[in-house]
Structure formats: structure tokens, C-alpha cells
């Protein structure tokens, strides 16, 4: 069985320092992995995604993430952090082990970023 | 477009008395369909899947149960709520026409059971 883990559930940073959200991950067989952000009491809103393509996937926002296999890792970054970047980041993981997933996710905990100003 | 709706938005509910979440999806044919709960520091738990009308499959044994009589209709009930019931109900969908293993989610139901 998959599982994901985000390192840290809080992360806090200065507007314009760097994000580095951190996500590892373990799967039989390479995985589809994806970030999503959560706003206070709303749904879940896709970041990026990789499925098996190029291993350094961007998405909205500014951020990108990088697929390193050896280290079982997909840590999503943003180079300058903005007070509107401040939500609550998940790190999910579709196995394709044993055929068919049905698109079932597995989630990581989730990571609250804070924005100061 | 495709968009999914959720409802009731928010539900205060005591102990004991039945429930009924309802997610509907527009524009979309055969979704999979799926329900998850996120309680309070514990990240998103994956609660039923269903891949057609009928078809739910169950991922955690629960209070709580689901069905799809409709296409694009997903319902999560429960006969008797139980306080660990508490949580936001999230509702998404995953076509097949584009972003085929993309799950889009709804806005989300606040259930608080006292």
C-alpha cells in the first residue's frame, strides 16, 4: 500500500524568501503524484501533477516540483512566497500498482504555510 | 464546463439523528466518484469511490454508508450520527474526456455533530 508523508506541518517564510514544501513517498511501482492547495473552508484546488513525463512539472501559481525517484521524493517550491501562497498544502499519491486504482488518492497530512509580511 | 455542487454547506447535527450529504456533477458523463473526510490535523481519508450508478465501493468500515442512483449523484447518509462524525465532507469527481487522473473537488460540507 502507498502512503505519503509531508515533512513539517506548519511552514512559515517571509513574503518574497522561498517556499519549500517537502513530500516522500512510498509506492511499489512509480506513482502518479499531485499537490493540491485547500483555502480555509473551501475545496481542494490542483497545483500540478506528474504522471510519468518530464520530472520537474510546474504548475499555477509559480510553483513547480520535482519527481526524484532515487529519494521517493516530489517537493513543490516557489521561489518567492506571496501573502496569497498562505493555505494549507496536501500531497497525494495514485498508485497503479496491480492495475486499476480507480483514481483513488492517498493524501500526506497536509502543510500549513504562513506568509509574513 | 464541468462543475460540482455540494450541500448543505454547513450542518450542525445532534448525536443519534440521520444524515444526508448530496454532491451532484454538471457537465460531465460517467464520473468516478469519490468522498472524503478531513478531520481536524488528520489530512484527507478517502471514504467511498464509485465508478458507475449503483457501484460504491467502501474504504473504511464506518457509520456511514453511500450511494449513486444517478449518473452524476453521489449521496453519503448515515442512520445514526456519531460524534467522531465530525468533519468537512469533501466530494470530487474524475472524468475521462481531458485531465483524465485529475480529481476536481466540490466546495466542501462542515458537519459538527454535538
Known amino acids: 500500500a502507498q502512503s505519503v508523508t509531508q515533512l513539517g506541518s506548519h511552514v512559515s517564510v517571509s513574503e518574497g524568501a522561498l517556499v519549500l514544501l517537502r513530500c516522500n513517498y512510498s509506492?511499489?511501482?512509480?506513482?502518479?503524484l499531485f499537490w493540491y492547495v485547500q483555502y480555509p473552508n473551501q475545496g481542494l484546488q490542483l497545483l500540478l501533477k506528474y504522471t510519468s513525463a518530464a520530472t520537474l512539472v510546474k504548475g499555477i501559481n509559480g510553483f513547480e516540483a520535482e519527481f526524484k525517484k532515487s529519494e521517493t521524493s516530489f517537493h513543490l517550491t516557489k521561489p518567492s512566497a506571496h501573502m496569497s501562497d498562505a493555505a494549507e498544502y496536501f500531497c497525494?499519491?495514485?498508485?497503479?500498482?496491480?492495475?486499476?486504482?480507480?483514481?483513488?488518492?492517498?493524501f500526506g497530512q497536509g502543510t500549513i504555510l504562513t506568509v509574513h509580511p | 464546463s464541468q462543475t460540482i455542487h455540494q450541500w448543505p454547506a454547513t450542518l450542525v447535527q445532534p448525536v443519534g439523528s440521520p444524515l444526508s450529504l448530496e454532491c451532484t456533477v454538471e457537465?460531465?458523463?460517467?464520473?468516478?466518484l469519490y468522498w472524503y473526510r478531513q478531520a481536524a490535523g488528520r489530512g484527507l481519508q478517502l471514504l467511498f469511490y464509485?465508478?458507475?450508478?449503483?457501484?460504491i465501493s467502501s474504504e473504511v468500515p464506518q457509520n456511514l454508508s453511500a450511494s449513486r442512483p444517478q449518473d452524476r449523484q453521489f449521496i453519503l447518509s448515515s442512520k445514526k450520527l456519531l460524534l467522531s462524525d465530525s468533519g468537512f465532507y469533501l466530494c470530487?469527481?474524475?472524468?475521462?474526456?481531458?485531465?483524465?487522473?485529475?480529481?476536481?473537488f466540490g466546495p466542501g460540507t462542515r458537519l459538527t455533530v454535538l
Open positions: 497525494a499519491v495514485e498508485s497503479l500498482a496491480g492495475g486499476t486504482s480507480y483514481g483513488k488518492l492517498t
Open positions: 464509485s465508478v458507475g450508478i449503483g457501484q
Open positions: 457537465g460531465t458523463s460517467n464520473p468516478n
Open positions: 509506492s511499489s511501482v512509480p506513482p502518479y
Open positions: 470530487a469527481w474524475r472524468g475521462w474526456a481531458h485531465s483524465y487522473n485529475e480529481q476536481f
